[in-house]
């Protein structure tokens, strides 16, 4: 079984930054991708953002130049680097892992982005 646990959420002004983690149970690099989720209330979930076991991410159009995924090898995690937050970026978001046919999620976490 896998765990997911996503850290680093809160409530943030617009216009502020800040980092998720997400710390994988088992090497973040055997899953063929993970990636950051959100959803906000009456929204559905939406893909954040994404990388590879290779390397190669992935980002939402609405994120693009202010959202970076990366990995954290020494910590074992893969994180969220979010500035120039935005209100409608306000969401839970969840970390994900996939591995052939499986998808593995965190718990979630609140972001919240005042205006």
């Known amino acids: 079984q896998v765990q997911l646990v996503e850290s680093g959420g809160g409530l943030v002004q617009a216009g502020g930054s800040l980092r998720l983690s997400c710390a994988a149970s088992?090497?973040?690099?055997?899953?063929?991708?993970m990636g950051w989720y959100r959803q906000a209330p009456g929204k559905q979930r939406e893909l954040v953002a994404s990388i590879t076991s290779g390397g190669i991410t992935n980002y939402a159009d609405s994120v693009k130049g202010r959202f970076a995924i990366f990995r954290d090898i020494a910590k074992n995690t893969v994180n969220l680097q979010m500035n120039s937050l935005k209100p409608e970026d306000t969401a839970v978001y969840y970390c994900?892992?996939?591995?052939?046919?499986?998808?593995?999620w965190g718990q979630g976490i609140q972001v919240t982005v005042s205006s």
């Open positions: 088992r090497s973040i690099f055997t899953f063929n991708y």
């Open positions: 994900n892992a996939h591995i052939a046919e499986y998808d593995y």
